[in-house]
């Protein structure tokens, strides 16, 4: 409880949108730590009703939501820029970074952050793209896995045939790694 009434206390008197304060070593985490409390002080909490996908696209679409109603100018460019930057280099590969990069080129198309920011982005977009062209006809996409309880169900309609299975998942960094070693 402490905590928050400090951080309360330091953002009532604090410019948030004080571009000077961009040049000092902290300003990244201060606005970080701002986004974070208001989460708290407006009852954030995740959708548990939400699927994996649709729950991440909310929890960032808030945290853009703060960034455009708290900051203005230089301060939401940098504060945008850099919790888009930040998720990226987590490598979950959310789909709604993909739409907030591109809002974000909408409302700053010159911005010096771009190039930064699209390192981490630009793998997300090629990695959707990816999962968008047509598989070959000898790969077979189970999207009902989720409903099989045992490898013999999965594994018993290719009987007498020789099968690689491959498990991945958008949040498993290593999986996503594996894609730049595969054909197509």
Known sequence: ???ALFYKKLFEEEDLNNPEALMTRYYSDFLKDYRLITQQWN????????NASDAADAYHNQNIGIIRDSYEGQVEEYAWAGYLAHEGLQKKFEKSLLKSFDDFKQVYPESAYLSHVSKYIDPIADYYKKLERPM???IIFRADAMEYTSWEEIVAPHKGEIIYVDMWAT????????FKHKDG
């Not at 009852?43 to 939400?50: A, I």
């Not at 949040?171 to 594996?178: A, L, R, S």
């Open 1 to 3: 409880m402490y905590y």
């Open 43 to 50: 009852g954030y909490e995740r959708d548990t009703t939400l």
């Open 136 to 138: 070959d006809d000898d």
């Open 171 to 178: 949040w498993c960094g290593p999986c996503k790694d594996e």
